[in-house]
């Protein structure tokens, strides 16, 4: 019971400035990939993982993100009225109820950074260890991401869990990425972590991606930690702190990951889901779609 992971934290409260304009009014968090905002595939899977409490770490200009979580009984009676049941029972299921969900929104006024985002759910978690899910990497595939690292998570081995993948050598400055010394499975031990390291200087090739199973020694730890990089508190400089007395592990997930973040990745995403659905086979045809990814891959 102590190590279950029954919290999970969503940091939602970036300006998403690689979106602009569109983030000026619409949270990057809700940008759909086809007709699902981020936040749902996040959502999603923290449920799929058996998560009790979701907390939100939000900003004031984003309300939206609160008003698309909640249920809208509204919305709902009036498309059963208009005989859209199907779509009302859809939007009931995929939405949360706070009379049977646990959610809790906090506010991050600035955004000084992920580290201060996940040091603010700190007033509002359940005993154990905590996930972090950032929304806009989206993970795909058949069984959920935080699922799987649920599973593998043992704290007597690495109190910190982190989603991993191997990128190529010369993407290593866009990510965090792992001093790995050991490997068995899926895990990879690392005694760690480095934030965006150039090619020649990377410690391995195995690069964090955004789901951090945490052990909840971080909030001490984030509460004084300085501004790192960009004058933003780093969650990536308060792990590295810790590793040795709390341990690191990388995890190799199924799934395949898109960064939605960027626009390349929203595109991706998008293509991939897309050519999973026939409705969409007209389309691929006429801008002879199917070449060009096999061509991509
Ligand atoms: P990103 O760095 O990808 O998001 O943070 P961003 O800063 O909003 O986007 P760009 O780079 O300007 O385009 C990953 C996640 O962490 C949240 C973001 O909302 C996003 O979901 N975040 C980031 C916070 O909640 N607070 C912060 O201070 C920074």
Not at 133 to 161: K, N, Q, V, W
Request: proline content about 6%; overall charge negative; aromatic content about 6%.
């Amino acid at each position: 019971m102590r190590n279950r992971v029954r919290t999970a934290i969503f940091p939602v409260a970036g300006l998403g400035t690689r979106f602009l304009p569109a983030t000026k009014a619409t949270p990057k968090e809700l940008l759909p990939v086809i007709d699902t905002p981020l936040i749902q595939f996040a959502i999603d899977e923290a449920r799929d993982a058996g998560i009790e409490r979701m907390i939100f770490v939000s900003h004031p200009s984003k309300a939206a993100i609160e008003r698309y979580v909640r249920d809208d009984t509204g919305l709902r009676e009036h498309l059963c009225a208009k005989g859209k049941s199907k779509l009302a029972d859809s939007l009931r299921d995929s939405a949360l109820n706070a009379d049977t969900h646990d959610i809790v929104f906090v506010m991050q006024d600035q955004p000084l950074g992920l580290g201060h985002a996940v040091l603010c759910a700190r007033d509002h978690l359940l005993p154990g260890p905590v996930a972090v899910i950032l929304p806009d990497d989206l993970i795909l595939g058949e069984r959920g991401c935080l699922s799987e690292m649920i599973a593998a998570y043992d704290p007597a081995r690495a109190g910190h869990l982190i989603a991993t993948m191997d990128v190529e050598p010369h993407e290593t400055s866009s990510y965090g990425v792992l001093s790995v010394r050991a490997r068995c499975g899926a895990m990879a031990f690392a005694d760690g972590i480095v934030e965006k390291p150039a090619p020649e200087v990377a410690p391995s090739r195995t690069a964090v991606v955004g789901r951090y199973i945490l052990d909840p020694a971080i909030f001490a730890r984030l509460a004084e930690q300085p501004a790192g990089a960009g004058g933003e508190i780093q969650l990536t400089d308060a792990i590295a702190h810790g590793v040795a007395s709390i341990g690191l592990a990388g995890f190799g997930f199924s799934g395949t990951r898109f960064d939605c973040g960027s626009k390349a990745g929203m595109l991706r995403a998008t293509l991939h889901r897309a050519r999973q659905d026939p409705q969409f086979d007209a389309v691929f045809a006429e801008y002879d779609l199917p070449a060009m990814l096999i061509a991509a891959e």
